[in-house]
């Protein structure tokens, strides 16, 4: 009776302990549930917004070596001008690397037709700088598209 009565007092605790157990095992689960539920909510609210954004594309510059033309003045004035070429596409950034000493040519020219005191305020090199993106973007011949330049930005700008 002995040898009975250990075996049936070892059945009883246990229960109460895996019951706890279980429990405990139920409640990590569900918090575990929650936090994932809540992850998903928060998150999944935010993925689909940034999914609609579309990526910035990668700017593609052309950059012209700087150019030092006379100015139209009285005694001896000239510009110093660095310039950068923003292109649409690298179809476009070629064909300006293939026709460079053409639309170095054009620029020249063009700048070169400047007083000094049209080139002065922040208006002026804005005003300018549209100017030479038109310019460059005539088509060099009748059988070729415009260039493709979206925009002109100016590195270096000196008016002496």
Request: hydrophobic letters at 45%.
């Given at each position: 009776?002995?040898?009975?009565?250990p075996?049936a007092?070892?059945t009883?605790?246990?229960?109460?302990r895996?019951?706890?157990?279980?429990?405990?095992?139920?409640?990590?689960?569900?918090l575990?549930?929650?936090g994932?539920a809540g992850y998903?909510?928060l998150?999944?609210r935010?993925?689909?917004?940034?999914?609609?954004k579309?990526?910035?594309?990668k700017?593609?510059?052309?950059t012209l070596?700087?150019?030092?033309?006379?100015?139209?003045?009285e005694g001896?004035?000239?510009?110093?001008i660095?310039?950068s070429l923003?292109?649409r596409?690298e179809?476009a950034?070629?064909?300006?690397?293939?026709?460079m000493?053409?639309?170095?040519?054009?620029?020249l020219?063009?700048l070169?037709?400047?007083a000094p005191?049209?080139?002065m305020?922040?208006?002026d090199?804005?005003k300018?700088?549209?100017?030479?993106?038109?310019?460059?973007?005539?088509?060099?011949?009748d059988?070729?598209?415009?260039?493709?330049i979206a925009?002109?930005?100016?590195?270096?700008f000196?008016?002496?």
């Open positions: 009776m002995a040898t009975s009565s075996g007092s070892a009883p605790a246990a229960a109460p895996s019951s706890k157990l279980l429990i405990g095992l139920l409640l990590g689960v569900a575990l549930g929650v994932a998903m909510f998150h999944g935010s993925a689909p917004a940034e999914a609609a579309p990526l910035p594309e700017p593609i510059f052309v070596e700087p150019l030092t033309v006379n100015l139209q003045a001896r004035k000239f510009l110093h660095g310039m923003k292109v596409d179809a950034k070629a064909q300006i690397v293939e026709f000493p053409e639309l170095r040519s054009r620029a020219l063009m070169s037709n400047r005191d049209t080139l305020s922040t208006e090199k804005a300018l700088a549209e100017e030479v993106r038109t310019e460059l973007n005539r088509p060099l011949s059988t070729l598209p415009p260039q493709g925009s002109v930005s100016f590195n270096t000196v008016v002496q």
